[in-house]
């Protein structure tokens, strides 16, 4: 059973820094794409920032300079470095893995709220 678990959310200050972590187990963790969603109240979920199991790395334009995505295989986590944080990054953040195999998983959902 696949299942993610994430860490690091909190309440933070316009211009603060957050790093969120979610370690997976029951995959291959190496072999899976690592995603970064969040979903705002009224919103869509969308997508923050990938890694791919060859650490390619993309990310919203939203997030660009600002937000950082890595991955330890090691310790089958997947972390989300956050700075320069604005009120507009306000959301639930989600964890998602997906392979071909096992196809798409997710997370509980960590709260991050960027007070101005």
């Known amino acids: 059973q696949v299942r993610l678990v994430e860490s690091g959310g909190g309440t933070v200050q316009a211009g603060g820094s957050l790093r969120l972590s979610c370690t997976a187990s029951g995959i291959i963790f190496s072999i899976n794409h690592m995603n970064w969603y969040r979903q705002a109240p009224g919103n869509q979920r969308e997508l923050v920032a990938t890694?791919?199991?060859?650490?390619?790395?993309n990310y919203a334009d939203s997030v660009k300079g600002r937000f950082t995505i890595s991955r330890d295989n090691a310790k089958n986590t997947v972390y989300l470095q956050m700075n320069s944080l604005k009120p507009e990054d306000t959301a639930v953040y989600y964890c998602?893995?997906?392979?071909?195999?096992?196809?798409?998983?997710w997370g509980q959902g960590t709260q991050v709220t960027v007070s101005s």
């Open positions: 998602n893995s997906y392979n071909s195999l096992k196809g798409s998983s």
């Open positions: 890694i791919t199991s060859g650490s390619s790395t």
